[in-house]
Nanobody, 126 residues
């Protein structure tokens, strides 16, 4: 079992930056592929970014490429999402997700993941 707790959400103006963090419980964090998803009101949950268990491979949604960066600190059981040049369309609840991985796999669909955090709200005003 892995428990995930997101933090760092907030309200800010377009063009600003924000760093989300996800703290994971357990001793085997380095064996988990991690991802960030988001869900805006009235929309389906969508993939934002993913990272392999060792951090060597990453993947991003086209809508955030060049603006968001996912990283992880396995020694601290943390995964982060650095967001910059935020736009109102980035407004959503952001979720951290995890799944045990046998290899350096990056997972990009919600059904790939087993464990989810409760989410943190990010609101970007125009």
């Amino acid at each position: 079992q892995v428990q995930l707790v997101e933090s760092g959400g907030g309200f800010l103006q377009a063009g600003g930056s924000l760093r989300l963090s996800c703290a994971a419980s357990g001793r085997t964090f380095s064996t988990y592929a991690m991802g960030w998803f988001r869900q805006a009101p009235g929309k389906e949950r969508e993939f934002v970014a993913g990272i392999s268990r060792g951090g060597t491979r990453t993947s991003y949604a086209d809508s955030v490429k060049g603006r968001f960066t996912i990283s992880r600190e396995n020694a601290k059981n943390m995964v982060n999402l650095q967001m910059s040049s935020l736009i109102p369309e980035d407004t959503a609840v952001y979720y951290c997700a995890a799944r045990h991985a046998q290899s350096a796999t990056v997972m990009t669909t919600s059904t790939d993941y087993v464990y989810w955090g409760q989410g943190t709200q990010v609101t970007v005003s125009s």
